[in-house]
């Protein structure tokens, strides 16, 4: 059982009824979750207790299936309310996870503004601000996350170290000496001979930088997309407050 296979399921299971009843209006979040939630196995590696990931996909699968039954029976409020228990106690969990948890608390969050928004029609105009402190605390660690990835991808590697390689050549003793350098990425070894100091330290951060593009292009800035839409959300209650103001 793996956190990919985990994170997709949550990802169909939310967006389906999502997609169609509550972000209808142009933000179209299922391909930007997928996207973010087929890297992540790719990029973090990461042990994680696997009670800890099915009590999570059974919150979260539990509010989807619950919000989709109140779209088919909107006279039942209850469970709006129940859904919106579970969904808070599943995006704690998943923030508590860090990076791990990061695609399935964005797909989290996005099932929590769905939620706060029936809310909205329900319990009176004071989810609109519960809407936008949602998205405020939500995007303070999103961002935290983003520069986590980069903390992360510099752990990768290890162990930089230049060094004079001897070899020899021919006989009678003679050798000739190198520069050269060496590290560890991703725990494989990684050996550049000649290699004096200073093309050493810019091929190593190339390398770094290249790394780090990778993760960027494949979870933040998809990720980023996300806080677009949110921030989105976000303007529209506060104009709805505004006017009530």
């Known amino acids: 059982l793996s956190w990919e296979s985990i994170a997709l399921d949550i990802a169909i299971n939310v967006a389906g009824w999502v997609l169609s009843s509550i972000f209808g209006r142009g933000i179209n979040w299922g391909p930007i979750i997928k996207e973010i939630l087929l890297k992540t196995e790719v990029i973090v590696k990461q042990a994680i207790d696997e009670n ?5 996909h059974a919150e979260i699968e539990a509010a989807s299936r619950m919000m989709a039954q109140y779209v088919n029976s909107p006279s039942s409020t209850d469970r709006v309310r129940e859904s919106y228990s ?8 998943l923030e508590s996870l860090g990076l791990i948890g990061h695609p399935g608390y964005l797909s989290s969050i996005g099932l929590n503004i769905a939620i706060l928004q029936e809310r909205v029609g329900i319990d009176g105009s004071g989810e609109l601000q519960n809407i936008i402190d949602l998205i ?3 995007s303070v660690h999103v961002m935290s ?11 990768r590697f290890k162990n930089l170290r230049f060094y004079t390689q001897i070899i020899p050549i021919g006989g009678g003793g003679r050798r000739v000496e190198l520069p050269a350098m060496r590290y560890y990425f991703d725990g494989k070894r990684i050996d550049k001979s000649p290699m004096n100091r200073a093309d ?9 930088r290249s790394e780090f593009d990778k993760i960027k292009t494949q979870m933040i800035d998809p990720s980023n ?21």
Do not use: P
Request: net charge negative.
């Open 225 to 245: 997309k996300v806080l677009e839409a949110w921030e989105k959300v976000k303007v529209e209650a506060q104009q709805r407050l505004d006017n009530q103001s």
């Open 86 to 93: 579970m969904i808070t106690s599943a995006n704690t969990h």
């Open 136 to 138: 405020n605390d939500a």
């Open 145 to 155: 996350m983003h520069e986590e990835y980069e903390t992360w991808n510099r752990r």
């Open 200 to 208: 050493g330290q810019k091929f190593f951060d190339a390398h770094v």
């Open 52 to 56: 800890e990931l099915r009590k999570i």
